[in-house]
T-cell receptor, first 114, second 118 residues
């Protein structure tokens, strides 16, 4: 079974631009979560989607948004990019039901804002 | 809010030796899940081991085992017979149990960088 895929793997953007990152979960998984990883703040939860609905949201400004499609693929969008948005963005998929369902991570998208 | 603390920013171990990584957490919940994830230089986050808080028995996965002390809110990872491929950043993570939809957030510690010396 194919793992979680994220595209693109690397991205360089300029301050003020916007960016869209994509995540394809493991087949059959309905939950997709997004995390931001930086050296200073570590791993921080952005949001989680299940069956096209946002179920949980972390403490990030409204410039960070996301969505999930009917095939469970998810996108996250960051508008008006700031230098501090430079980070590794990780996507994780899970079955999404009750129970201790593990989250499986993708390889990440490395975003650099200049 | 739940917090996870890893007090050892870096650890090193000789190949074939045993090493223990520490993790403490703070929560008011009685039921939850704890995880150890490994992130090698490739940056791919890999699940190492999982522990359900309601289970008293410590989880074990091959050379990896945990020491779960619920009252002390401690969750350490022991790696036996360390191998060069074990070198990575290790993250301890906490997750609430299902409670109606807002439970899939993982709260991570800052990580412990493990070096394995040949």
């Amino acid at each position: 079974k194919a793992g979680v895929t994220q595209t693109p793997r690397y991205l360089i953007k300029t301050r003020g631009q916007q960016v869209t990152l994509s995540c394809s979960p493991i087949s059959g998984h309905r939950s997709v979560s997004w995390y931001q990883q930086t050296p200073g703040q570590g791993l921080q939860f952005l949001f989680e989607y299940f069956s096209e609905t946002q179920r949980n949201k972390g403490n990030f400004p409204g410039r960070f948004s996301g969505r999930q499609f009917s095939n469970s693929r998810s996108e996250m969008n960051v508008s008006t990019l700031e230098l501090g948005d430079s980070a590794l963005y990780l996507c994780a998929s899970s079955l999404g039901g009750t129970g201790a369902y593990e989250q499986y991570f993708g390889p990440g998208t490395r975003l650099t804002v200049t | 809010a739940q917090t996870v603390t890893q007090s050892q920013p870096e650890m090193s171990v000789q190949e074939a030796e045993t090493v223990t990584l520490s993790c403490t957490y703070d929560t008011s919940e009685s039921d939850y899940y704890l995880f150890w994830y490994k992130q090698p230089p490739s940056r791919q986050m890999i699940l190492v081991i999982r522990q359900e808080a309601y289970k008293q028995q410590n989880a074990t996965e091959n050379r990896f085992s945990v020491n779960f002390q619920k009252a002390a809110k401690s969750f350490s990872l022991k790696i036996s017979d360390s191998q060069l491929g074990d070198a990575a950043m290790y993250f301890c993570a906490y997750r609430r149990t299902y409670s109606g939809g807002s439970n899939y957030k993982l709260t991570f510690g800052k990580g412990t960088l493990l070096t394995v010396n040949p």
